[in-house]
């Protein structure tokens, strides 16, 4: 185990807790040191959920290592199931209290509780979160339907409309509550109905109705993926395999879910709402077209927001990564696609130096990514859990369907949008109409005021302030600030001042194109006569 600032993933036990916690009707008693209830702070806080996760910490102390912790526990499982009444128990233990060895699932058998419980073995020093909720999905469905013995009915009732089962949503997940909105109303055009969503909103009552499905939609395989390999294996369901994300995803998914569950997708097709070919004809896909943007995430949302970004918004993949490895061959495939190597690390200290060295016009990543392109000043837009608070609008905003690829337009473009805005911003700061003590309108009485004396220019090495940086795209392309490869040149500030004067959308090409003039010529520094001696260079 890793002692880190950052991480993307918690512990397995978090992923137990994210599935409890989005379900109704379960508990979760866990066997942790007094201090490990730390994560409550993830939903409370983070997702900003109005009650507290169902789950009892035994919060056992130094002290009572000396004694009895495994009647500590017991009594905390009675107390809870008398307290709750929960519909079904998850029972296990937290990395420390792994080390104790408690047996909780075997001190539950003990208990004898007349509801149905299930014990997690989450080994928390090999596994991680994302792994931790997808075993605790399928133990808890496993626990709860059984193997199938050939007499329990497959499917929805004959000469009833198809059902589908939409599977991985949980807690804390990145836009799963507006997801799986998205894909139940895509379904109901398509005439599908939702038999169970889960875990997201469903008790364990509903996870017994699963077979009575006609496919298993794995939304976010990363939790859903176990469950389904086993409903397929055991209950003879079908998946679907494609993800919803991105127009022609979604078109394919239509397709596919529409063909195992024999429905015509022609209508829902030819009715697509989708704002595509109004931002093919836009202006805007002109100056965007060929931004180099770096990916990183979660396996599934890294590899779909790649390809949204190569095939629908004309950008360049110039780096692809996940954090996940069990997710490693997956985006391997896809980063061979784009020519790039994919980038299989938790570790951000190497996903930095990554970015760093690309360059990127736009990453398109997780909470972590964002702190790190605010920090080199480049766009970013988050498309991937660890989430923040920010990723639980208030406002309806998916990321899958045919709305959720609007929503991503959004995303991917506004950071460069913004970028050129703040480009032009910065171009007009010292005009007569727009200096920072102009009255709001020029057209009002009064407005017009004496030209202010010219504002005094920023000292040469100051830092760029934070909100510059934070306004992302804003310095899109603007790499001065790099932590520069240690072999590039370096800029000197008035250099760095007149790259600045160069428009966003062509300054991350300029100083590329500077540096590998510069380091051809043998200059170890780049001054404001390197920059236009490169300029001639490159425009003769
Ligand atoms: S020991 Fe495990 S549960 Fe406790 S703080 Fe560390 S990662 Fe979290």
């Known amino acids: 185990m890793q002692l880190t600032v950052w991480t993307y993933e918690g512990p397995p036990h978090v992923g137990a807790m994210r599935v409890a916690t989005g379900m109704t009707g379960v508990h979760y008693v866990l066997h942790a040191p007094q201090g490990d209830t730390y994560a409550d702070l993830l939903f409370t806080m983070i997702e900003r959920r109005d009650h507290r996760p169902p789950v009892t910490y ?101 000469g009833e409309r198809p059902r589908a089962n939409i599977l991985g949503a949980t807690a804390l997940g990145f836009r799963h509550r507006d997801d799986v909105a998205e894909i139940t109303r895509l379904l109901g055009q398509l005439g599908i109905e939702v038999n169970v969503a889960a875990p997201l909103g469903a008790s364990p009552h509903d996870l017994q109705r699963i077979p009575q499905a006609d496919v298993n939609i794995p939304l976010y395989p990363e939790v859903a993926g176990t469950l389904t390999r086993w409903l397929k294996r055991e209950w003879k369901m079908p998946q679907t395999e494609t993800i919803p994300y991105g127009v022609n995803a979604t078109r394919e998914f239509v397709q596919e879910v529409a063909e195992i569950c024999g429905v015509d997708p022609a209508p829902v097709l030819d009715a697509m709402p989708t704002r595509l070919p109004w931002w093919s004809r836009s202006v805007d896909s002109n100056y965007l077209t060929g ?59 190497e996903v930095e130096a990554q970015i760093a060295e690309l360059q990127p016009e736009l990453v398109l990543g997780t909470q972590m990514e964002r702190h790190i392109a605010k920090r080199l000043g480049i766009g970013c837009a988050v498309i991937s859990a660890p989430v923040h608070v920010q990723d639980f609008p208030a406002r309806y905003s998916p990321v ?95 250099a760095e001042q007149e790259l600045k004067k160069i428009p966003f959308f062509v300054r991350g090409k300029v100083k590329r194109n500077t540096e590998r003039f510069a380091q051809a010529r043998g200059d170890r520094e780049i001054t404001v006569e390197t920059l236009y001696d490169a300029k001639a260079h490159y425009s003769a």
């Open 58 to 158: 035994t919060t056992f102390k130094e002290r009572d290592l000396g004694s009895d912790t495994a009647e500590l526990f017991s009594r905390a499982a009675r107390d809870a199931y008398d307290r709750f009444r929960p519909e079904a128990m998850l029972v296990g233990s937290s990395c420390t209290a792994e080390l104790i060895q408690d047996d909780p699932g075997g001190l539950m058998s003990a208990l004898n509780l007349p509801i149905p419980v299930v014990a997690l073995e989450l080994p928390a020093y090999q596994r991680k979160e994302n792994w931790g909720a997808a075993e605790t999905f399928y133990q808890l469905v496993r626990g709860l339907i059984g193997r199938n013995d050939g007499q329990t009915p497959v499917g929805s009732p004959a």
């Open 291 to 349: 931004k180099r943007v770096f990916v990183f995430g979660d396996g599934t949302h890294a590899i779909a927001a790649a390809r949204v970004a190569q095939e629908e918004m004309g950008f360049e993949v110039v780096g692809l990564g996940t954090y996940a490895r069990e997710f490693g061959r997956e985006v391997r495939a896809a980063a061979q696609a784009y020519g790039v190597e994919a980038l299989i690390s938790d570790d951000y200290l």
């Open 400 to 494: 899958m369907g045919f709305e959720g690829a609007n929503v991503l337009f959004d995303t991917f473009v506004h950071p460069l949008v913004m970028g050129l805005e703040e480009h032009l911003l910065g171009m007009f700061r010292e005009d007569f109409e727009f200096h920072d003590d102009a009255r709001p309108s020029h057209h009002g009485p009064g407005a017009r005021v004496e030209a202010p004396e010219p504002a005094p220019q920023p000292a040469p090495d100051a830092a760029v302030p934070e909100k510059q940086l934070e306004t992302a795209g804003a310095e899109a392309g603007d790499t001065a600030t790099l932590d520069a490869p240690t072999d590039a040149p370096t800029w000197t500030p008035d």
